[in-house]
């Protein structure tokens, strides 16, 4: 079968309404989805809390931020290990689909990862320049790695060669989006980076794609008919086609919280944001809490050491 990872953005973990969306629409077009918690999230906080944003803590020593952003990149890595060593997948057939926070670290993971062979990119993808969005970003998840990779030069476009290498990518953002279009990334701008890539591989294959949502903010996309579409071009599931994802029914996405019970962070329960997203498949359930959680409660407390940021931070020799 295909498989994805799907990667959250800040303050999001497998609990997030679009994880276990995204994660059981796709396992219903025949995929494997993985869905797990980012660093300091859910069952690795110390407190077991979501929306924590325990990784945006400031940490002492110039080498922090390079190492904070370093393992949550490494997560998407052992995600793909995993999936691509599974004997039930096809490992030419696995796809990252990320989101704001994650489509930065996930950007990155696809220029180091041939196994990921679609990456596609919502609430992100505008691989800018000095003193731009991401170096002046979240300093330990984001900004401090992106100012690590200065020696690149043009990182946004070495970063989308390395990428063309791999396979396809597609950006989906939206054109009220401020935290895209207000940096001043709008289609200029990746027409522009995207000469620059070219530039470099010689080549137009691969190279990355965008589309636009005309009138939305800062969404996860890749639960959208134009997301199924691109990656059953991609990943060829089992159980759909191209027809049958046209004619799938949608659903509007505060609509479905309010009648599930599901939550939206409060943030982005406006209709700009995520609670404005149209996604496929009305029938989708929403997921509690306690039945996404890997560990019961006794043992979590017995192995939250191996895992949690707290611990990480311990062991990485990274001290408040």
């Not at 991401?134 to 998840?141: G, H, L, R």
């Amino acid at each position: 079968m295909p498989a994805m990872v799907i990667v959250n953005g800040h303050g999001g973990d497998k609990t997030s309404w679009y994880a276990f969306y995204s994660g059981i629409l796709y396992a219903r077009a025949g995929a494997v989805v993985l869905t797990y918690d980012p660093l300091g999230e859910d069952e690795r906080n110390s407190l077991r809390r979501s929306e924590a944003r325990e990784h945006d803590t400031v940490l002492p020593g110039a080498d922090s931020p390079r190492r904070v952003a370093g393992q949550m990149i490494t997560d998407i890595l052992q995600g793909v290990e995993y999936l691509a060593q599974r004997k039930d997948v096809d490992s030419k057939r696995i796809a990252v689909a990320a989101y704001s926070m994650g489509s930065f670290h996930s950007a990155i993971a696809g220029a180091l990862d041939e196994r990921i062979h679609a990456l596609l990119l919502s609430g992100g993808g505008n691989l800018d320049g000095p003193n731009g969005y991401w170096d002046t970003s979240k300093p330990m998840c984001q900004g401090g790695a992106y100012r690590a990779l200065s020696f690149l030069g043009d990182r946004g476009s070495i970063l989308y060669a390395l990428n063309q290498q791999r396979g396809p990518t597609l950006l989906l953002n939206g054109t009220a989006d401020g935290l895209i279009v207000g940096p001043h990334t709008d289609e200029s701008f990746f027409r522009s980076l995207r000469d620059r890539t070219v530039a470099i591989t010689g080549s137009r294959k691969n190279l990355f794609e965008t589309e636009w949502f005309e009138g939305a903010g800062h969404r996860p996309n890749f639960v959208t008919r134009r997301a199924a579409l691109w990656l059953n071009q991609q990943l060829d599931f089992p159980n759909w086609t191209a027809a049958s994802i046209r004619a799938m029914p949608e659903v509007h996405i505060s609509e479905w919280a309010a009648k599930s019970g599901a939550h939206i962070g409060k943030s982005f329960q406006n209709e700009l944001s995520e609670g404005g997203v149209q996604a496929l498949d009305p029938t989708i359930p929403n997921v509690t809490r306690e039945k996404l959680q890997v560990f019961s409660d006794a043992e979590w407390q017995r192995h939250k050491e191996s895992f949690t940021w707290t611990s990480w931070i311990q062991h990485a020799g990274l001290f408040q």
